[in-house]
């Protein structure tokens, strides 16, 4: 958001608004918005749900509000005290996963418009490539979502490789993150370093998985933004040190292994210099803090030790952070999305960086709960 916006925050107005489509994006009706949840997750299938009322709508048939065709755009407005018009930030472009019908119009389940991929399975086995990413992706997405907008973030190469494959059914595990019966890699998006879903918008984005060393987006100050804190630290999918291949299985050559692993000393996740190579280095420095824990990849779609390399390094950034969390509720930013960096003054002087998971909010609130993630570091 402009930065005379985000000042306002404190003392903002904050109305609503919300469109309906009866023929999935192609037109759209304005609908008054009673309560709505809306609930942004980057660890969720479809990156933004929730649910709304929406006043003197139909319901059911071609034109009315259904579970077939409908799709609901939100929106949360900030206008600060001098601003004349509302600043509208977009709150998610949804598929009517359920509604029922109220006395003022209809209170519907949305989903994100990865619902409509995810269930647009293959009708038979599908051969995939080869081709370009750019080329091969959209079309895809196009099968299941003729009026999506398809668009490649920095850090990912829509120009990479893409050899031949074979899928059974799911169209969104070809895209994302899938794997094969033999737990082998089959998701295009990973195998570019990166990940797949609906933004705010309803575009379709391809972007890198987020690391704390991206911008920070907002700093929010200990005892004015935040509320309250609430620390956790978990082991559960915790890896510092990921080993990856590329095997298409068709004779062609192995790519890999290759070795990526945490090298950071300050790091408590630290791997040791070389865990690779020389496995008795922190014996030998006396590193006795030092715990290697190994995960493995392998995908047809990793063509080269560059490649490899890049989805190590991602695979890395989910893995490390996943361990040290942290809930706080803050004032309302609805232009804040999973993935992003923010700063956060957890106690007075001390600053942490972390990657916002999620960070649901209701339509008008001027509060909004989050839960993020870092990499634990040594206290020096």
């Known amino acids: 958001m402009p930065d005379a916006v985000l000042a306002a925050l404190p003392a903002a107005r904050r109305p609503a608004r919300a469109d309906w489509s009866p023929d999935g994006g192609r037109t759209w009706i304005p609908a008054r918005v009673g ?80 619902d409509v991929i995810r269930t647009a399975g293959f009708p038979a086995a599908r051969t995939i490539g080869p081709g370009i990413a750019r080329t091969i992706v959209p079309e895809l997405i196009a099968e299941a979502l003729p009026s999506a907008v398809v668009g490649w973030r920095a850090g990912v190469d829509p120009g ?81 040190l990921w080993v990856v291949s590329g095997d298409g299985g068709d004779g062609t050559p192995v790519v890999g292994p290759v070795h990526v692993w945490d090298d950071d000393p300050n790091s408590l996740t630290y791997a040791g210099p070389d865990p690779v190579d020389d496995p008795l280095a922190p014996q030998r420095l006396g590193l006795t803090g030092v715990r290697v824990r190994v995960g493995r990849h392998t995908s047809p779609l990793i063509t080269t030790t560059a490649q490899a390399d890049t989805v ?56 909004m709960s989050c839960t993020t993630r870092t990499t634990a570091r040594r206290l020096l």
């Open 160 to 240: 990479a490789d893409v050899p031949r494959f074979v899928v059974d059914a799911d169209r969104w595990a070809a895209l994302s993150t899938g794997t094969d019966t033999t737990g082998v890699g089959t998701g295009i998006a990973s195998a570019l370093g990166g990940e797949i879903y609906a933004d705010a918008t309803g575009a379709i984005a391809i972007g890198p998985v987020p690391t704390l060393a991206d911008p920070v987006v907002w700093q929010i100050p200990y005892g004015k933004a935040v509320v309250e804190t609430a620390e956790t630290q978990s082991a559960e999918g915790l890896v510092n």
């Open 312 to 367: 190590g390094r991602a695979l890395l950034a989910d893995s490390l952070g996943i361990q040290a969390s942290l809930s706080f509720t803050t004032l309302c930013n609805p232009a804040l999305e999973p993935g992003d960096v923010v700063e956060v003054e957890v106690e007075p002087d001390r600053w942490e960086r972390h990657i916002i998971d999620s960070c649901p909010y209701t339509l008008g609130s001027a509060a």
């Open 35 to 114: 309560a709505a949840q809306i609930s942004p997750d980057r660890t969720a299938e479809c990156r933004y749900s929730g649910s709304a009322d929406l006043l003197d709508v139909p319901v059911g048939g071609r034109d009315g509000i259904n579970t077939v065709v409908t799709q609901v755009r939100l929106f949360q407005g900030i206008q600060g005290p001098r601003m004349d018009t509302p600043y509208w930030v977009p709150a998610g472009r949804y598929v009517v996963d359920g509604v029922s019908r109220t006395r003022l119009g209809a209170q519907v389940a949305l989903l994100g418009l990865e």
